[in-house]
């Protein structure tokens, strides 16, 4: 791909270090030799806002002394990378805590996201992560849970999305009635799998459910609000793990009838050429991946890496009819990756502005 001036400085040096923490191997210490004080500072601070400084931290150790950043930001990368590991053991612990309950009660409930993929990094606890997601199965599940949780003197919250939200132990827990949260039908099998794994030991998506999940929502996140390169490191484990299996072709193929065949493209093109994804199934993948639109949605994940917050900030300094409207003509700009998503979206995202503006 080639290098733009809209892309942040260092920009080689923080795929690099990312790299060693998704492939377990040995940074190029030439690319990091002299960098100055302020320069590792910015490493650190893009590391961050992107949500992937627990696996560049893995590098940052494995350079040598002569490339090390300076003793007070070393300090600081390691810093990070032992809170990230200590926020991955309250969340595991809390997770299964909170699952006993529904266990106990017999009440069916599955992990997705963010906590069944640390488990696929080779060095597990330095994905980061913000929550812990739930999906209840059955028709009355989540209604069941929430019985349980307010019978245990537990708040549960609606914010008015499509989950509720349960704070534990100063940690949020999202309990979904669907993990996909499309605004169609998707052919993808409901069925549970069990799994026992030093990172989490539970039920999860069955691999052809996973694969419409991580990929879905990592578009309709991007469409919407931003995301940024976490999600694509999420993606390349995945395939290099599981892209050969006939579940997660058969979730490609479900992928492109729901109509996101570019967006799997481009997206998967992405985690080929800038994260050093190695796989045959991939390349496949990508055949018709375009330079302009890989170039488009890198853009946008550099811009929104902290998941749309500096987009979502705009909230405060601008009128709310022009913030939503601004919104909007944003998603239809990025319709190329999603036609049938954003198109059908158009409903949702009238009504939910109109409640927005009405609560205002």
Same mark, same amino acid.
């Given at each position: 791909?080639?290098?733009?001036?809209?892309?942040?400085?260092?920009?080689?040096?923080?795929?690099?270090?990312?790299?060693?923490?998704?492939?377990?191997?040995?940074?190029?210490?030439?690319?990091?030799?002299?960098?100055?004080?302020?320069?590792? &500072?910015?490493?650190?601070?893009?590391?961050?806002?992107?949500?992937?400084?627990?696996?560049?931290?893995?590098?940052?150790?494995?350079?040598?002394? $002569?490339?090390?950043?300076?003793?007070?930001?070393?300090?600081?990368?390691?810093?990070?990378?032992?809170?990230?590991?200590?926020?991955?053991?309250?969340?595991?612990?809390?997770?299964?805590?909170?699952?006993?309950?529904?266990?106990?009660?017999?009440?069916?409930?599955?992990?997705?996201?963010?906590?069944?993929?640390?488990?696929?990094?080779?060095?597990?606890?330095?994905?980061?992560?913000?929550?812990? $997601?739930?999906?209840?199965?059955?028709?009355?599940?989540?209604?069941?849970?929430?019985?349980?949780?307010?019978?245990?003197?537990?708040?549960?919250?609606?914010?008015?999305?499509?989950?509720?939200?349960?704070?534990?132990?100063? &940690?949020?827990?999202?309990?979904?009635? $669907?993990?996909?949260?499309?605004?169609?039908?998707?052919?993808?099998?409901?069925?549970?799998?069990?799994?026992?794994?030093?990172?989490?030991?539970? &039920?999860?998506?069955?691999?052809?459910?996973?694969?419409?999940?991580?990929?879905?929502?990592?578009?309709?996140?991007?469409?919407?609000?931003?995301?940024?390169?976490?999600?694509?490191?999420?993606?390349?484990?995945?395939?290099?793990?599981?892209?050969?299996?006939?579940?997660?072709?058969?979730?490609?193929?479900?992928?492109?009838?729901?109509?996101?065949?570019?967006?799997?493209?481009?997206?998967?093109?992405?985690?080929?050429?800038?994260?050093?994804?190695?796989?045959?199934?991939?390349?496949?993948?990508?055949?018709?991946?375009?330079?302009?639109?890989?170039?488009?949605?890198?853009?946008?994940?550099?811009?929104?890496?902290? &998941?749309?917050?500096?987009?979502?900030?705009?909230?405060?300094?601008?009128?709310?009819?022009?913030?939503?409207?601004?919104?909007?003509?944003?998603?239809?700009?990025?319709?190329?990756?999603?036609?049938?998503?954003?198109?059908?979206?158009?409903?949702?995202?009238?009504?939910?502005?109109?409640?927005?503006?009405?609560?205002?």
């Amino acid at each position: 791909m080639k290098t733009s001036p809209s892309y942040p400085p260092l920009f080689p040096q923080l795929l690099e270090l990312l790299r060693c923490g998704l492939w377990d191997r040995q940074p190029d210490a030439a690319l990091f030799r002299g960098l100055t004080h302020d320069q590792w &500072l910015s490493l650190l601070l893009q590391g961050q806002q992107q949500s992937i400084l627990g696996l560049m931290s893995e590098g940052v150790q494995r350079l040598p002394e $002569d490339s090390q950043p300076p003793l007070d930001l070393r300090l600081q990368w390691f810093g990070y990378q032992q809170a990230i590991r200590h926020q991955q053991r309250q969340y595991g612990e809390a997770r299964q805590e909170v699952l006993s309950w529904f266990l106990e009660a017999g009440i069916r409930c599955a992990v997705f996201k963010g906590d069944t993929f640390n488990a696929l990094y080779p060095i597990p606890g330095l994905r980061m992560c913000g929550d812990v $997601d739930l999906w209840f199965p059955d028709p009355d599940g989540v209604t069941q849970a929430l019985q349980l949780l307010r019978k245990q003197g537990l708040q549960v919250t609606d914010p008015g999305n499509h989950h509720l939200v349960l704070e534990y132990k100063g &940690l949020s827990f999202e309990m979904h009635h $669907d993990f996909l949260n499309l605004p169609f039908k998707s052919r993808v099998p409901h069925t549970l799998v069990s799994t026992k794994h030093p990172v989490y030991t539970g &039920l999860q998506l069955n691999p052809e459910a996973n694969t419409v999940m991580v990929l879905t929502h990592a578009a309709h996140h991007f469409i919407e609000t931003g995301l940024g390169l976490r999600h694509l490191c999420d993606w390349a484990v995945w395939l290099h793990r599981y892209g050969h299996t006939p579940e997660v072709q058969r979730g490609l193929t479900e992928i492109r009838r729901l109509g996101a065949g570019v967006f799997l493209t481009e997206f998967t093109a992405l985690a080929v050429y800038l994260l050093g994804l190695e796989s045959t199934d991939a390349e496949s993948l990508i055949r018709f991946s375009r330079e302009t639109r890989r170039e488009r949605l890198l853009r946008e994940m550099l811009l929104q890496g902290n &998941l749309g917050k500096t987009h979502l900030a705009q909230k405060k300094h601008v009128p709310l009819v022009w913030f939503y409207l601004n919104s909007f003509l944003r998603e239809l700009s990025l319709s190329a990756f999603w036609p049938r998503y954003v198109w059908a979206s158009i409903p949702h995202q009238i009504r939910r502005t109109w409640r927005m503006l009405h609560r205002k």
